[in-house]
């Protein structure tokens, strides 16, 4: 197991999904496409590296995304000699995963201070705002936490979709920071996690989180969360957010919108907890939310992590890469869906605790 590289994490975990150095001059992401059974720490110099990072979901999660680009404008400071030249950086950042809005929150952010600097402060004024922007998504998820806390009774099963913990964010997490805070209000709560297909998040990272943290988790099949709501096992369910939209639509992994229609089914709470830069005020609705979809080889092609016994010849045949669409068959593979507001019982962000409806009111007073 590697230790993280870095000796002062803003994560304040013994992980981070991203961190700047030191000396300002590398990205250090976790690899989290090698989780549960590799903890592998890349140092990124370039921001082509960065871009194809977040491209490839080296790391993944809105807010965790965000960091990331605000990261990657800092070392392309370093070597940008105009303005002109670090807009371009950020536009190549900016078209790596189009449904989270917290890319560009953190992009356009960064380029707002860049314009007023002058270019003798520009990278140290960069990395100090990158590093903000870091710290204030891991009090977002603490405060937010504490908040959902209190909607989770004693006892609870949990049931949570995707990963929304600490490697989705700076730290903490959204959705799982609910849980662990509510752990730490002294409740006991178990947790259900559907593995997340095709890239099992659920399985791969929150169960490793949650594990690490000593939360009671199981990981279910996505199809067998139905079974589980109908036997009454379900609590409720809180799950991340990539995009929220004006009206309370939430953009969230493929297969939330399932987990928020069997919710409204057996009356069971669905709560969303995202940070206030997950919400977008700009786009009135859900039907606005840029959906990305991502590459066929995802689901047509299925590697697995162990070869199985030599003496097992069925096993054996499974090894490896191998496409289990027959050949000429096509392929649908969106990363995210859309839950309409009217099934979102309420949002937990670190502004507060609102119904969807007051969305908008709560961003006029802010």
């Not at 082509?48 to 965000?66: K, W």
């Not at 917290?102 to 992009?107: E, G, H, P």
């Not at 409720?236 to 639509?249: M, P, T, Y």
């Not at 928020?260 to 009135?284: E, I, K, N, Q």
Request: aromatic share 6%; hydrophobic share 45%.
């Amino acid at each position: 197991m590697a230790a993280l590289p870095h000796p002062e994490p803003l994560s304040g975990e013994s992980y981070s999904a991203v961190e700047l150095s030191l000396g300002d001059d590398e990205v250090i992401l976790l690899d989290q496409r090698r989780l549960p059974s590799d903890e592998i720490y890349f140092r990124l110099t370039r921001v082509e590296q960065v871009a194809d990072a977040i491209r490839d979901m080296v790391v993944r999660g809105a807010p965790a995304i965000g960091i990331t680009a605000a990261y990657g404008l800092v070392i392309a400071a370093a070597t940008a000699e105009t303005l002109a030249e670090l807009e371009a950086s950020a536009e190549l950042l900016r078209v790596t995963r189009p449904t989270a809005v917290n890319l560009a929150w953190a992009l356009d952010r960064m380029l707002v201070l860049a314009r007023v600097t002058p270019r003798s402060e520009l990278r140290a004024s960069l990395a100090a705002e990158a590093r903000r922007i870091h710290r204030e998504d891991v009090a977002a998820c603490r405060k937010m936490g504490a908040l959902g806390a209190e909607y989770v009774p004693d006892g609870a099963t949990i049931l949570t979709h995707c990963n929304a913990g600490a490697l989705a964010t700076g730290g903490y997490g959204t959705a799982l920071g609910v849980v662990r805070a509510a752990r730490d209000a002294g409740k006991r709560v178990r947790v259900l996690a559907d593995e997340t297909r095709p890239y099992l998040q659920g399985a791969r990272l929150t169960a490793w989180e949650l594990h690490k943290s000593g939360i009671p988790v199981e990981v279910i099949c996505d199809g067998a969360s139905g079974y589980w709501f109908g036997r009454g096992e379900v609590t409720l369910s809180v799950v991340g957010a990539d995009r929220i939209a004006a009206n309370g639509d939430v953009a969230n992994k493929i297969g939330t919108y399932t987990v928020a229609c069997l919710s409204l089914l057996h009356a069971r709470p669905f709560y969303v907890a995202a940070p206030w830069s997950t919400v977008d005020l700009a786009c009135p609705s859900g039907a606005q939310i840029p959906i990305e979809f991502r590459a066929a080889r995802e689901i047509t092609d299925v590697p697995f992590a162990d070869a199985p016994p030599a003496d097992d010849a069925s096993a054996a045949s499974l090894a490896g890469p191998r496409r289990w669409v027959p050949e000429g068959v096509g392929v649908l593979n969106p990363a995210f869906d859309v839950t309409p507001s009217a099934y979102v019982t309420r949002l937990f962000t670190e502004r507060g605790v609102f119904a969807p409806s007051e969305l908008r009111s709560a961003g006029a007073v802010a």
